[in-house]
């Protein structure tokens, strides 16, 4: 690799999409820098990768100095990169080109093999990193000769060129003369690695919150305290801390600021030696909610909501006070005994989460309805231009009182029934200044524009289906607020959506795919400059393909080498499709169909179709960009979340609707990397008593849908949409296109008909069927349970300890709440949940433990112990499956393409078994009748208790 290479890899290592607006520091190792090799170029050792990078950097860019001094070769590369070149020989130029340099001149800090008498010598490390490796040490910097430009442009280039798409760099100016220049290197690695990566389980340890407003002072008090006690401070940055404005120490406490502002409260340890995650406690923040009773009876109340960034467990627990997820990431008033508390610890040591509610001598309210709440939420800042109150302990009323400029309004209000002993209540309006002695009465001094909401389509851009909102901390009350179109001098202002908060509401009709920003009228606020945007929800995208879709074997497995058969989508490539002519009937009979049995509906609904939308726009997301558009559009649309029958959890909900969305054909969605790729659009036909019957599955958009319509009406077809089944609703799946026709000899316009449309529909002319079913390739391809339990091996070292886990019962068909020590070794299914979204599966046989997917270990497990589950009512033609044991991936999804619909979930007593089932229907018996089989289940004919009709629709 040349330098442009290395310096390309290196950069896009540290600064990519994954740190968005995230502090980025470049602490670089020897390491770091082989592995970056490693993945980026074709290197045989690892001792090959480093030394081409020190070749790399000895070469430098065309043109660089003939000199073996680093610095001159990365000053040079400075004002190249500052003529902007597009290109330096046939290699894009997208990083600043001097950044492999910074990397170089750090790497000397990080291996205590160059260490020197004290941490925060430069030169004597790097004189000795440049033995060590036939390099020419540095020479000391000045004014004229110096890297200070370098270090500067980082940080425009990632907050101003980038808009801190790709993290965000922060260079720190210093005046110690000792600092001046390498302190910019130094800063990058004052703190340990190890340290940095762990600092969530500093913050649990010593009693921290997220979000909590800590001083400077406590936070130096804390790292001070808790270096004797194997923080991994070294001993001059330990002296630096004691020293109140001490340049270096000062670094520290800004470094692990910032890490604790972004903290959201989990606290692993990750073991850096081996990999493993040492699973630690979820930290969630308990805030105080006071309702207000004024007129008269002047009264005040208090409860308390468990506020989280991550989604809480459903069976989240804290000694006998069940915690439920109620819209956002707010939980449900708890029921607590008393009206007030002064400081709150909840534990959960199941699932190992602890809800804290600091103990503050002040308590600041802001009203609750900018969070979609009822009532006055607790906030940890004073914020310019706002109404709020204050709870305080009474020793500090004469200090409020003497607050100098004083707020607009401050009124004391002595007459309000239940404010707690010892207590005093204020009324606040628009305070000027923060109070001199009581940190915790904070001014929030910075004005930040934030667009929350909507459908995030990319960065900063969202579709114009749902608009976000703009909420501007620390506005003054009175701000005129207004969007700048790019290319137009007209300011359109914005409307507040509420008198008391400050938030402002984007207007309909604004131009797609041009530039906004959001100014306020004569401030300058930080960030006014990044840019917005808009698209269209409705417009058709370009031709999908099916590149980016994985392969998966017979068993749903991701696999990377080609393989003559193998699952792509929802369809089976490779597969001896003439198997399917016996069941050819069932999807072409040979009865045309006499008139039109359903009512013909020919528009869909907007919600439950816009997630599909929004993916399709997008054609690959991450699942916690599916979650949080799920949880906008549930917040928007108002509607109840969930069948109201049954008691879902939010993180419950958005694990079936993805999961849902996937086994409809829509797309295709991988567990272990949380990867959703959306499928083309396609035609497939479904299983039929008369005339032909086909469904649209794959992305789409409104432009699609109109299209197919519209040319069904041109070739005499009948398109019908259908919602899901109401019990479904929750999960906002999309309807159901279906696309009828009568005739059974319409063959060839069918295919036409697809073409015209731009949509798959498989094809095979050397098949007598001609069609191939994406139903039997699936059903047919699905694998032996037998030969998978041939195939997995056991591993050899387990990934992390402390996990919740839950054990398989056979029983009860059901994951059940354990305790490591209670797993029983011989033989036993265990689900360990390193997060609500993430899980391992683990069968244990013999002592060793097996890597298995989900639905496969279950069923290993019911065959072990001889259990058949799997029910069929040939009078009606029902299959049901219990809910909590689904069916392997391949075969679940060919079986719900037989409708299109997703299975109705339902409580009923089945034989032996009572528990919610899934049921399926317009699967014709004969094509799954002996499938089971092959996960080890025998098929069971009896009555299942659900009437057909039931089900609203005609299939």
Same mark, same amino acid.
């Given at each position: 690799?040349?330098?442009?290479?290395?310096?390309?890899?290196?950069?896009?290592?540290?600064?990519?999409?994954?740190?968005?607006?995230?502090?980025?520091?470049?602490?670089?190792?020897?390491?770091?820098?082989?592995?970056?090799?490693?993945?980026?170029?074709?290197?045989?050792?690892?001792?090959?990768?480093?030394?081409?990078?020190?070749?790399?950097?000895?070469?430098?860019?065309?043109?660089?100095?003939?000199?073996?001094?680093?610095?001159?070769?990365?000053?040079?590369?400075?004002?190249?990169?500052?003529?902007?070149?597009?290109?330096?020989?046939?290699?894009?130029?997208?990083?600043?080109?001097?950044?492999?340099? @910074?990397?170089?001149?750090?790497?000397?800090?990080? +291996?205590?093999?160059?260490?020197?008498?004290?941490?925060?010598?430069?030169?004597?490390?790097?004189?000795?990193?440049?033995?060590?490796?036939?390099?020419?040490?540095?020479?000391?910097? %000045?004014?004229?000769?110096?890297?200070?430009?370098?270090?500067? +442009?980082?940080?425009?280039?990632?907050?101003?060129?980038?808009?801190?798409?790709?993290?965000?760099? +922060?260079?720190?100016?210093?005046?110690?003369?000792?600092?001046?220049?390498?302190?910019?290197?130094?800063?990058?690695?004052?703190?340990?690695?190890?340290?940095?990566?762990?600092?969530?389980?500093?913050?649990?340890?010593?009693?921290?919150?997220?979000?909590?407003?800590?001083?400077?002072?406590?936070?130096?008090?804390?790292?001070?305290?808790?270096?004797?006690?194997?923080?991994?401070?070294?001993?001059?940055?330990?002296?630096?801390?004691?020293?109140?404005?001490?340049?270096?120490?000062?670094?520290?406490?800004?470094?692990?600021?910032?890490?604790?502002?972004?903290?959201?409260?989990?606290? *692993?340890?990750?073991?850096?030696?081996?990999?493993?995650?040492?699973?630690?406690?979820?930290? &969630?923040?308990?805030?105080?909610?006071?309702?207000?009773?004024?007129?008269?009876?002047?009264?005040?109340?208090?409860?308390?909501?468990?506020?989280?960034?991550?989604?809480?467990?459903?069976?989240?627990?804290?000694?006998?006070?069940?915690?439920?997820?109620?819209?956002?990431?707010?939980?449900? &008033?708890?029921?607590?005994?008393?009206?007030?508390?002064?400081?709150?610890?909840?534990?959960?040591?199941?699932?190992?989460?602890?809800?804290?509610?600091?103990?503050?001598?002040?308590?600041?309210?802001?009203?609750?309805?900018?969070?979609?709440?009822?009532?006055?939420?607790?906030?940890?800042?004073?914020?310019?231009?706002?109404?709020?109150?204050?709870?305080?302990?009474?020793?500090?009323?004469?200090?409020?009182? *003497?607050?100098?400029?004083?707020?607009?309004?401050?009124?004391?209000?002595?007459?309000?029934?239940?404010?707690?002993?010892?207590?005093?209540?204020?009324?606040?309006?628009?305070?000027?200044?923060?109070?001199?002695?009581?940190?915790?009465?904070?001014?929030?001094?910075?004005?930040?524009?934030?667009?929350?909401?909507?459908?995030?389509?990319?960065?900063?851009?969202?579709?114009?289906?749902?608009?976000?909102?703009?909420?501007?901390?620390?506005?003054?009350?009175?701000?005129?607020?207004?969007?700048?179109?790019?290319?137009?001098?007209?300011?359109?202002?914005?409307?507040?959506?509420?008198?008391?908060?400050?938030?402002?509401?984007?207007?309909?009709?604004?131009?797609?795919?041009?530039?906004? %920003?959001?100014?306020?009228?004569?401030?300058?606020?930080?960030?006014?400059?990044?840019?917005?945007?808009?698209?269209?929800?409705?417009?058709?995208?370009?031709?999908?393909?099916?590149?980016?879709?994985?392969?998966?074997? =017979?068993?749903?497995?991701?696999?990377?080498?080609?393989?003559?058969?193998?699952?792509?989508?929802? %369809?089976?490539?490779?597969?001896?499709? $003439?198997?399917?002519?016996?069941?050819?009937?069932?999807?072409?009979?040979?009865?045309?169909?006499?008139?039109?049995?359903?009512?013909?509906?020919?528009?869909?609904?907007?919600?439950?179709?816009?997630? @599909?939308?929004?993916?399709?726009?997008?054609?690959?997301?991450?699942?916690?960009?599916?979650?949080?558009?799920?949880?906008?559009?549930?917040?928007?649309?108002?509607?109840?979340?969930?069948?109201?029958?049954?008691?879902?959890?939010?993180?419950?909900?958005?694990?079936?609707?993805?999961? =849902?969305?996937?086994?409809?054909?829509?797309?295709?969605?991988?567990?272990?990397?949380?990867?959703?790729?959306?499928?083309?659009?396609?035609?497939?036909?479904?299983?039929?008593?008369?005339?032909? $019957?086909?469904?649209?599955?794959?992305?789409?958009?409104?432009?699609?849908?109109?299209?197919?319509?519209?040319?069904?009406?041109?070739?005499?077809?009948?398109?019908?949409?259908?919602?899901?089944?109401?019990?479904?609703?929750?999960?906002?799946?999309?309807?159901?296109?279906?696309?009828?026709?009568?005739?059974?000899?319409? *063959?060839?316009?069918?295919?036409?008909?697809?073409?015209?449309?731009?949509?798959?529909?498989?094809?095979?002319?050397?098949?007598?069927?001609?069609?191939?079913?994406?139903?039997?390739?699936?059903?047919?391809?699905?694998?032996?349970?037998?030969?998978?339990?041939?195939?997995?091996?056991?591993?050899?070292?387990?990934?992390?300890?402390?996990?919740?886990?839950?054990?398989?019962?056979?029983?009860?068909?059901?994951?059940?709440?354990?305790?490591?020590?209670?797993?029983?070794?011989?033989?036993?299914?265990?689900?360990?949940?390193?997060?609500?979204?993430?899980?391992? %599966?683990?069968?244990?046989?013999?002592?060793?433990?097996?890597?298995?997917?989900?639905?496969?270990?279950?069923?290993?497990?019911?065959?072990?112990?001889?259990?058949?589950?799997?029910?069929?009512?040939?009078?009606?033609?029902?299959?049901?499956?219990?809910?909590?044991?689904?069916?392997?991936?391949?075969?679940?999804?060919?079986?719900?393409?037989?409708?299109?619909? &997703?299975?109705?979930?339902?409580?009923?007593?089945?034989?032996?078994?009572?528990?919610?089932?899934?049921?399926?229907?317009?699967?014709?018996?004969?094509?799954?009748?002996?499938?089971?089989?092959?996960?080890?289940?025998?098929?069971?004919?009896?009555?299942?208790?659900?009437?057909?009709?039931?089900?609203?629709?005609?299939?």
């Amino acid at each position: 690799m040349n330098y442009i290479e290395w310096n390309n890899a290196i950069a896009s290592y540290f600064f990519c999409p994954e740190h968005t607006e995230q502090f980025v520091y470049l602490y670089v190792d020897k390491p770091t820098i082989i592995r970056i090799g490693l993945e980026n170029g074709e290197f045989q050792t690892r001792e090959a990768a480093w030394y081409d990078f020190l070749d790399a950097v000895k070469s430098g860019i065309p043109g660089s100095p003939k000199t073996s001094d680093m610095l001159k070769k990365a000053i040079y590369s400075y004002h190249s990169w500052k003529r902007t070149p597009v290109k330096i020989g046939e290699i894009e130029t997208r990083y600043p080109l001097y950044i492999a340099y @910074l990397a170089l001149f750090v790497i000397p800090l990080t +291996d205590s093999v160059y260490a020197s008498r004290r941490s925060s010598e430069y030169y004597p490390r790097f004189e000795k990193f440049a033995q060590k490796w036939s390099l020419r040490k540095l020479n000391y910097q %000045h004014e004229n000769y110096n890297w200070n430009a370098l270090w500067s +442009d980082l940080e425009d280039w990632t907050f101003n060129t980038k808009n801190m798409d790709l993290g965000v760099f +922060d260079d720190r100016d210093y005046t110690n003369k000792n600092w001046i220049y390498v302190g910019k290197a130094l800063a990058q690695c004052l703190l340990p690695l190890k340290t940095l990566k762990n600092l969530g389980s500093f913050f649990q340890s010593v009693g921290l919150t997220p979000g909590e407003n800590i001083s400077r002072k406590k936070l130096r008090q804390l790292l001070l305290y808790h270096s004797k006690k194997g923080f991994h401070l070294g001993p001059d940055v330990y002296s630096a801390l004691k020293i109140e404005g001490n340049e270096k120490g000062e670094t520290v406490i800004d470094i692990v600021k910032q890490e604790f502002d972004k903290w959201q409260g989990s606290s *692993d340890v990750n073991e850096s030696e081996s990999g493993n995650i040492i699973k630690g406690w979820t930290v &969630a923040r308990v805030f105080t909610i006071m309702d207000i009773e004024e007129g008269w009876d002047e009264n005040v109340s208090f409860s308390y909501r468990i506020f989280s960034q991550h989604d809480f467990p459903d069976d989240l627990n804290f000694d006998s006070l069940k915690c439920i997820n109620s819209t956002g990431n707010w939980s449900k &008033a708890l029921k607590l005994k008393n009206n007030y508390y002064e400081n709150i610890e909840l534990k959960d040591n199941y699932n190992k989460w602890i809800a804290r509610l600091p103990d503050n001598p002040v308590r600041i309210f802001v009203s609750g309805s900018r969070f979609n709440l009822n009532g006055w939420v607790e906030t940890e800042f004073l914020i310019p231009g706002r109404r709020m109150y204050l709870l305080v302990k009474e020793e500090l009323k004469e200090a409020i009182l *003497d607050w100098n400029p004083q707020p607009e309004e401050l009124t004391i209000l002595d007459k309000y029934e239940g404010v707690p002993d010892k207590y005093v209540l204020f009324h606040i309006l628009n305070p000027q200044k923060s109070h001199s002695t009581i940190e915790e009465l904070t001014l929030k001094s910075d004005v930040t524009i934030q667009l929350n909401g909507g459908l995030n389509i990319a960065r900063r851009t969202w579709l114009d289906v749902l608009l976000p909102e703009v909420l501007i901390d620390g506005a003054p009350d009175n701000s005129q607020v207004y969007l700048h179109l790019k290319g137009s001098n007209e300011k359109i202002k914005l409307i507040k959506k509420t008198e008391v908060d400050p938030i402002w509401l984007l207007p309909d009709g604004l131009p797609q795919m041009t530039e906004f %920003h959001i100014k306020l009228e004569g401030k300058k606020v930080k960030g006014d400059h990044l840019p917005y945007q808009l698209i269209s929800y409705k417009d058709y995208p370009p031709h999908f393909s099916e590149d980016c879709l994985p392969m998966r074997d =017979m068993f749903g497995n991701l696999v990377d080498k080609e393989m003559k058969t193998y699952a792509i989508g929802s %369809h089976v490539t490779g597969m001896n499709y $003439k198997k399917q002519l016996i069941y050819n009937y069932n999807f072409v009979p040979v009865t045309r169909m006499k008139e039109l049995t359903q009512t013909l509906v020919d528009s869909l609904s907007v919600y439950p179709n816009l997630l @599909l939308y929004y993916l399709s726009i997008k054609r690959e997301a991450s699942a916690k960009e599916y979650f949080d558009a799920l949880e906008n559009i549930i917040n928007y649309s108002g509607q109840s979340s969930g069948n109201q029958n049954q008691s879902s959890s939010i993180s419950d909900l958005k694990r079936t609707s993805l999961q =849902m969305l996937d086994y409809l054909g829509f797309i295709d969605y991988e567990y272990s990397t949380r990867r959703i790729v959306v499928n083309p659009p396609q035609l497939i036909f479904i299983p039929t008593k008369a005339g032909r $019957k086909l469904i649209l599955i794959g992305g789409r958009t409104p432009e699609l849908v109109e299209t197919v319509i519209q040319k069904s009406k041109e070739y005499n077809f009948y398109p019908i949409i259908e919602p899901q089944h109401p019990s479904n609703g929750g999960f906002y799946l999309p309807d159901r296109v279906q696309i009828v026709v009568l005739e059974i000899n319409r *063959d060839n316009d069918i295919v036409k008909f697809a073409e015209e449309c731009n949509l798959v529909l498989k094809v095979n002319p050397k098949s007598i069927a001609r069609f191939e079913y994406s139903q039997f390739g699936l059903l047919e391809f699905s694998g032996y349970i037998n030969e998978l339990e041939q195939q997995i091996e056991p591993e050899n070292q387990f990934p992390g300890t402390g996990w919740v886990c839950k054990i398989f019962n056979p029983e009860k068909l059901s994951f059940e709440r354990a305790l490591e020590n209670e797993i029983e070794r011989s033989f036993q299914l265990v689900e360990y949940k390193v997060n609500e979204y993430t899980f391992l %599966h683990r069968l244990w046989k013999a002592g060793k433990a097996f890597p298995v997917n989900k639905n496969w270990g279950r069923y290993m497990v019911l065959k072990h112990y001889g259990k058949h589950v799997i029910f069929y009512d040939k009078d009606t033609g029902l299959f049901a499956v219990p809910a909590s044991v689904p069916l392997p991936r391949l075969m679940m999804e060919g079986i719900i393409l037989c409708s299109g619909f &997703a299975p109705v979930k339902v409580w009923l007593k089945i034989e032996e078994y009572e528990t919610y089932w899934h049921i399926f229907d317009n699967v014709p018996s004969n094509l799954v009748y002996n499938e089971f089989q092959k996960i080890g289940q025998r098929l069971r004919e009896t009555k299942i208790p659900y009437k057909h009709e039931e089900s609203h629709r005609v299939i």
